[in-house]
């Protein structure tokens, strides 16, 4: 007697969000192992170890980063989308290509649990910026940019609409810091490093 394995029945979805600079994929099967936490891709170069997370970078040069968790993938890019649907038909395809060859999307468990291990202070911080502040902020035409982390402070920059922006201060106070301090107890301070009087088209 043959037993055949079940071929996995993938259901992909994407919503973009607000400012062209970010999308969602939500995926009914496991990408990766649940209870690794979530597995960061922050360039193409530390993808390049990897072919099959290589090959979503391979898509489009405009692709900067990847969040991955286990049914969620966060896509940013370094410039505004004004069509995604090109994007999302080959990114969903190159899924399943990748999903129909192995149990997970990207790393084995052992393999995660390296990258886990040197999660730091900065990596959480562009976390909570990609995911909760950035999309925010893109529907002004602005950017939060994290320069580096040190002493528990985390040193950011505004971009676009953001620079030179009356509200600025009000932004970073109320908005970035607070929002980065929920997120991470850790972070004690969040300290704006922009030249703010070199903005050219902040927005009021």
Not at 7 to 15: L, M, N, R, V, Y
Not at 38 to 44: A, G, K, N
Not at 60 to 89: A, G, N, Y
Request: charged share 30%; net charge negative; glycine share 8%.
């Amino acid at each position: 007697m043959f037993f055949f394995k079940k071929k996995k029945q993938i259901e992909i979805d994407f919503t973009p969000m607000p400012g062209g600079h970010y999308g969602q994929f939500e995926v009914n099967v496991p990408l990766i192992e649940e209870g690794i936490g979530q597995l960061q891709v922050l360039r193409e170069e530390v993808a390049k170890g990897h072919p099959e997370l290589d090959a979503f970078f391979k898509l489009t040069s405009s692709l900067e980063q990847l969040l991955i968790r286990p049914h969620k993938i966060t896509v940013s890019m370094k410039e505004e989308v004004l069509d995604w649907r090109e994007f999302t038909k080959n990114f969903a395809q190159l899924i399943r290509e990748s999903l129909a060859e192995r149990e997970f999307l990207a790393f084995e468990k052992k393999e995660q649990e390296k990258v886990q291990a040197g999660d730091d202070l900065g990596e959480r911080v562009q976390r909570v910026l990609t995911e909760k502040i950035n999309p925010s902020v893109a529907s002004h035409g602005g950017e939060i940019v994290l320069v580096k982390c040190e002493d528990a402070k985390a040193y950011i920059t505004m971009k676009g609409g953001c620079q030179g922006c009356s509200m600025a201060s009000q932004t970073l106070r109320q908005g970035v810091e607070k929002t980065l301090c929920d997120e991470i107890p850790e972070l004690i301070e969040v300290v704006d490093l922009t030249n703010h009087g070199a903005g050219e088209n902040p927005y009021s």
